[in-house]
């Protein structure tokens, strides 16, 4: 009786680790270096939050900024090449 009762929990342990590779297989991750078209980022400059989608994107040696205008696009070359 009691080797049913293990083989059986042994059983639904293994069906939930399958289930959760199948998922992790069939469903990819998302990259994390590119924020959804909803996500909230700070402008450098003013600090005023904006929506990716929304937000004007300047890359700066290599490394993206995200601006609520382009006078914040602009302020933030001239300050950043001197």
């Known amino acids: 009786m009691y080797k049913i009762i293990i ?6 342990i293994m069906f939930y680790m399958v289930r959760r590779a199948a998922r992790a297989w069939i469903e990819p991750k998302s990259e994390a270096a590119t ?5 909230m980022v700070q402008d450098p400059v003013c600090k005023v939050y904006v929506t990716v989608g929304t937000a004007i994107v300047e ?3 290599g490394q993206r900024h995200y ?8 302020h933030f070359r001239r300050e950043g090449t001197k």
Do not use: M, R, Y
């Open 7 to 12: 083989i059986l929990i042994l059983l639904i």
């Open 67 to 74: 601006f609520c205008s382009q006078d914040c696009a602009k």
């Open 35 to 39: 924020p959804g078209k909803d996500v």
């Open 59 to 61: 890359e700066v040696s």
